[in-house]
């Protein structure tokens, strides 16, 4: 996988550093360690953190440490960092203090992220571009981009599933754990809501549940004059398609 010869392969550019590795892929997981040196433990866990600090923090998903109460009456969650405690205490106060800035729009929000993604529903920002040479293709989200850019480097899928008769291969061992909870069934990501306790196997399936407690629907239409609100963007651009391309078809 390494080389120290320099022009073979993939070099590194990290100042001082002489390593060459033999794939794109393997590059991208070698320059990690110069900017996140701070690497999980875990068995099965490629997480790296560019701090002490927060590796620490991530190392509680792992033990089940919750060191972070809530100290509402007849309420029992604690959560791994004091800033998700700060955000979990506004389902009690009703508190949104990030609000939207569009003319017209009441939007606000508990979460910053919840912000930052309704406001796109706004101006259409696809702020994740794609840095190859000759393609410029911009997404929304982040993950959707990593998945792109798979096209272009050519990575090999080496991770199998270890379910008998399966076979199925993924790019990256996180791809294949989450795949392999469709044959274990296992949903480790749980609702913290009193009185709820569901679990999902992806952390997006959670966050899209917890919308249903906070009552945020941070998608909105865009057609002029509608404003319908949605908890995910899927739902609102199947009501554009069914409802105004629909409208619009008729009309003419």
Request: charged letters at 25%.
């Amino acid at each position: 996988m390494f080389s120290t010869t320099p022009g073979e392969g993939h070099p590194c550019v990290w100042p001082g550093c002489k390593l060459s590795l033999d794939s794109a892929s393997a590059l991208s997981a070698h320059i990690r360690t110069h900017t996140h040196p701070h690497a999980c433990d875990h068995p099965g866990c490629e997480k790296a953190y560019t701090t002490k600090f927060d590796l620490k923090t991530h190392k509680r998903i792992h033990t089940g440490e919750r060191p972070y109460k809530c100290d509402y009456e007849g309420c029992t969650s604690s959560y791994t960092r004091a800033a998700f405690l700060t955000i979990h205490k506004r389902s009690h106060t009703g508190e949104k203090p990030y609000k939207c800035t569009h003319p017209g729009c009441d939007y606000a929000a508990a979460r910053l992220d919840y912000l930052q993604v309704h406001m796109r529903s706004h101006d259409g920002t696809k702020p994740y571009a794609c840095d190859f040479p000759g393609c410029g293709k911009t997404y929304a989200h982040a993950h959707s981009l990593n998945k792109h850019k798979r096209i272009h480097t050519g990575e090999n899928k080496n991770f199998t599933c270890t379910h008998d008769g399966c076979g199925r291969r993924f790019n990256s061992l996180s791809d294949r754990t989450r795949h392999e909870r469709s044959h274990t069934r296992d949903k480790p990501y749980k609702c913290e809501f009193p009185d709820c306790g569901k679990g999902f196997a992806r952390k997006s399936y959670l966050d899209t549940h917890i919308l249903s407690h906070t009552g945020e629907k941070p998608y909105a239409c865009t057609h002029p004059g509608c404003g319908k609100r949605f908890i995910t963007s899927s739902y609102r651009n199947m009501h554009m398609r069914t409802k105004h391309q629909a409208d619009d078809a008729s009309a003419v």
